[in-house]
């Protein structure tokens, strides 16, 4: 059973960074795929970066382009999420996931879940 714990979330001011860190154990990471998810009060949860197994290929939405960077370490099991000039719309909780279908820029394909870290961004 492959187990995801998110780290990193906060209360920060709008224009203020954070970095977010996903360790996975029980699994091989290298053979997952990897997203960032978010899901503010009352909405649903929605796609937010994802990078590949083979060649660390990455998609974003639009809203975080050029803000955000997602990148992953396999020697440390580990993916991360660099968040900069951060808005009051980026608050929620956001969850690491991982798949292993090779559709990996599919939102729907993702089936493994982290507990999620709230990252609040304040105006």
């Known amino acids: 059973q492959v187990q995801l714990v998110e780290s990193g979330g906060g209360l920060v001011q709008a224009g203020d960074s954070l970095r977010l860190s996903c360790a996975a154990s029980?699994?091989?990471?290298?053979?997952?795929?990897m997203a960032w998810f978010r899901q503010a009060p009352g909405k649903e949860r929605e796609f937010v970066a994802a990078?590949?197994?083979?060649?660390?290929?990455?998609d974003y939405i639009d809203s975080v382009k050029g803000r955000c960077t997602i990148s992953r370490d396999n020697s440390k099991n580990t993916v991360y999420h660099q968040m900069n000039s951060l808005k009051p719309e980026d608050t929620g909780v956001y969850y690491c996931?991982?798949?292993?279908?090779?559709?990996?820029?599919?939102?729907?394909?993702?089936?493994?879940w982290g507990q999620g870290t709230q990252v609040t961004v304040s105006s």
């Open positions: 996931a991982g798949t292993t279908s090779t559709a990996w820029d599919l939102p729907s394909k993702y089936n493994v």
């Open positions: 029980g699994g091989i990471f290298s053979d997952l795929s």
């Open positions: 990078i590949s197994w083979g060649d660390d290929s990455t």
